[in-house]
């Protein structure tokens, strides 16, 4: 298997730019996670999915993110306009399900390291 | 939610035994796991405890206690590729989500 895949894995924009991520999950696993990781707050639950569908986006920091699972294989993180402190790395994961048990590790994908100047 | 507590830093020397503890307060406990990450890499699953006791795989062992809201990590026969951050993450159950949430993690140097 793949693992997840994300791309891009750096990415370096303006400020007010838009900025896109993107994920492919593990074939197989259904829910989905995106988390920002930042040396000042560590690594936050931005969003996640379940079967496609957003089940818990209370982690998303304001408007300009947005976040999309078209199909269970595909999603995207969306930032518009970006600003400085959107710098940080944006990680994926996927598991099998919500539910409880080490069957729901968490798997990462490699990062988006995204820069705004 | 979590209140999740691990020291920022840790070293140690190589061939040498560390134990990074992790506190954690939570109301719906589920589950408690510990993940690895290289400097630039994403985080990889180390291991989970939900029942009171040692988990022993290889030279890693995770210890949990749920009544103390106490978890470590032991490190044996340290090599230097052992030096990361290690991350606690703590699921809880209540309001429905099983999301884990994870501590700052500690970032353990391991020197010849």
């Known amino acids: 298997d793949a693992g997840v895949i994300q791309s891009p894995r750096h990415e370096v924009t303006e400020m007010g730019q838009e900025v896109t991520l993107r994920c492919k999950p593990i074939?197989?696993?259904?829910?989905l996670f995106w988390y920002r990781q930042t040396m000042m707050r560590g690594l936050e639950l931005l969003i996640y999915?379940?079967?496609?569908?957003?089940?818990?986006d209370s982690g998303m920091p304001e408007d300009r993110f947005s976040a999309k699972m078209p199909n269970a294989s595909f999603s995207t993180l969306k930032i518009q306009p970006s600003e400085p402190r959107d710098s940080a790395v944006y990680f994926c994961?996927?598991?099998?399900?919500?539910?409880?048990?080490?069957?729901?590790?968490?798997?990462f994908g490699p990062g988006t390291r995204l820069t705004v100047l | 939610g979590q209140n999740i507590d691990q020291p920022t830093e840790m070293t140690a020397t190589e061939g040498a035994i560390v134990q990074i503890n992790c506190t954690y307060q939570t109301s719906g406990f589920n589950g408690l796991f510990w993940y690895q990450q290289h400097a630039g890499e994403a985080p990889t699953f180390l291991s989970y405890n939900v029942l009171d006791g040692l988990e022993e795989k290889g030279r890693f062992s995770s210890f949990l206690s749920r009544s103390k809201g106490y978890s470590y990590l032991l490190l044996k026969e340290l090599q230097m590729k052992d030096s990361a951050s290690y991350l606690c993450?703590?699921?809880?159950?209540?309001?429905?989500?099983?999301?884990?949430?994870f501590g700052r993690g500690t970032s353990l140097i391991v020197h010849p």
């Open positions: 994961a996927s598991t099998h399900g919500p539910s409880g048990g080490a069957t729901d590790t968490q798997y």
């Open positions: 993450a703590v699921r809880d159950r209540s309001g429905g989500s099983y999301i884990p949430t």
């Open positions: 999915f379940n079967n496609n569908v957003p089940i818990d």
């Open positions: 074939s197989g696993h259904n829910s």
